[in-house]
């Protein structure tokens, strides 16, 4: 068996390398390369890289919309609280927008007005105009969101309610609930796919 040369690095990824190296990391404490399963590229930051809290907000900036993971969990928090504030008001306009336009904004509950995520749940399929429980259901993992529920209508009314989800959390709520995928409509708690709380 030959072994083949390694296909260089593209351009774009050389550059990001660079940007990511004047942020001060170490270039031999990280990679840069395409990944097909994702469709994008993937920066992967080792704990040899010296990445710290304070280079967050440059690797942010370098990297742009292209997926990083950091090895250290701290730092890789960091990140994600990050992206979560630059995110916010752009995640917050979205989901009002799509609120107003079904006019299901006035008298939007806050999380702090209940006792628990389930309670709150409830309030928000209320406002989408459903019954309480239709789509958020309780599991042993936590609360799940079943887009299945609603058969034939679940499309609009998932709409509604992950953009009251999505407008809660931009407003600073902490709600935290999974999802159960579309191809994943059989009941069981142990394919839910956990969302991350907004901070």
Same mark, same amino acid.
């Given at each position: 068996?030959?072994?083949?040369?390694?296909?260089?690095?593209?351009?774009?990824?050389?550059?990001?390398?660079?940007?990511?190296?004047?942020?001060?990391?170490?270039?031999?404490?990280? /990679?840069? =390369?395409?990944? +097909?399963?994702?469709?994008?590229? !993937?920066?992967? %930051? $080792? @704990?040899?890289?010296?990445?710290?809290?304070?280079?967050?907000?440059?690797?942010?900036?370098?990297?742009?919309?292209?997926?990083? /993971?950091? =090895?250290?969990? +701290?730092?890789?928090?960091?990140? !994600?609280?990050? %992206? $979560? @504030?630059?995110?916010?008001?752009?995640?917050?306009?979205?989901?009002?927008?799509?609120?107003?336009?079904?006019?299901?904004?006035?008298?939007?509950?806050?999380?702090?007005?209940?006792?628990?995520?389930?309670?709150?749940?409830?309030?928000?399929?209320?406002?989408?105009?459903?019954?309480?429980?239709?789509?958020?259901?309780?599991?042993?993992?936590?609360?799940?969101?079943?887009?299945?529920?609603?058969?034939?209508?679940?499309?609009?009314?998932?709409?509604?309610?992950?953009?009251?989800?999505?407008?809660?959390?931009?407003?600073?709520?902490?709600?935290?609930?999974?999802?159960?995928?579309?191809?994943?409509?059989?009941?069981?708690?142990?394919?839910?796919?956990?969302?991350?709380?907004?901070?």
């Amino acid at each position: 068996m030959i072994d083949m040369p390694q296909t260089p690095p593209s351009a774009y990824e050389q550059v990001l390398v660079q940007k990511l190296v004047r942020c001060g990391l170490r270039p031999d404490g990280f /990679t840069v =390369r395409y990944e +097909a399963e994702l469709q994008s590229v !993937e920066v992967v %930051i $080792g @704990e040899g890289s010296g990445a710290t809290k304070e280079h967050v907000e440059c690797i942010r900036q370098a990297a742009g919309s292209e997926i990083v /993971t950091i =090895r250290d969990p +701290a730092v890789q928090r960091a990140y !994600e609280d990050r %992206i $979560g @504030e630059v995110m916010r008001p752009v995640m917050l306009a979205s989901a009002k927008t799509e609120l107003e336009r079904r006019g299901v904004l006035n008298d939007f509950p806050r999380r702090s007005a209940y006792p628990t995520d389930k309670a709150f749940a409830e309030a928000l399929e209320r406002q989408c105009g459903l019954v309480p429980g239709a789509m958020f259901v309780e599991s042993a993992g936590g609360l799940i969101l079943r887009p299945d529920a609603m058969g034939g209508e679940s499309f609009d009314k998932l709409t509604c309610v992950l953009a009251a989800a999505r407008y809660a959390q931009a407003q600073g709520d902490r709600f935290t609930f999974g999802i159960i995928g579309n191809e994943q409509f059989a009941p069981d708690p142990e394919k839910a796919v956990p969302t991350r709380p907004t901070r």
